[in-house]
């Protein structure tokens, strides 16, 4: 009788597979491990129920029921969320530059939610001459402007408002001339 080599090879496997259980049964029968299942199922069971009919001072429910209370309360402050900016546009929008001594002055206007006001933004300076707005071109120790279309050095300092906080002020001051009852400060 001829074996075929597929069954060889299963029974052979049988074989192995056979040995190798009943030495790992030999090996696991020594370590008593259903008893260690047991031993941690019971820790298991004796800590929750521990724990789920621990004893509380009634002290503790009434501080954590104010805190509750308190955390909700406090929810209701919180900031409000951001502002949108008002549907009619005030007419100092229009107002995006103006010549301050021998420069021109230009700048955008942009809401500010935090504020809820209208807050000018970008204020640059242009050539006076031509228009175009100066670039910083300076030493170390002088700042000086300058225009690249019509090649003109201004200093910056020569004339007391001819730098950034100086147009500001003069700014926010010819605001509330223009527009004082719409400009806020």
Known sequence: MKISRYLKNSLFGILI???????????????????????AGNWLYETTLYYLTYRIPIWWVIVFLF??????????????????????KPKFLEYTQDKFKNWIWKWNWEWNSTLKAYQYVNLKAYCGN??????????????????????????????????????MALLN?????????????
């Open 17 to 39: 597979w056979s040995l190798f259980s009943a030495f790992l049964y030999d090996q696991l029968k020594v370590i008593p491990i259903l008893k260690y299942l047991i031993i």
């Open 67 to 88: 805190l509750v209370w308190f955390l909700n309360q406090a929810d209701k402050y919180k900031s409000p969320p951001l502002s949108k900016p008002p549907n009619d």
């Open 130 to 167: 031509c228009n175009v707005e100066l670039l910083e071109a300076g030493s170390f120790n002088r700042a000086k402007a300058y225009c690249p279309k019509c090649n003109t050095f201004y200093d910056a300092y020569v004339h007391e408002y001819e730098y950034h906080p100086g147009a």
């Open 173 to 185: 001051a010819e605001l509330e001339k223009r527009y004082p009852e719409e400009f806020r400060k």
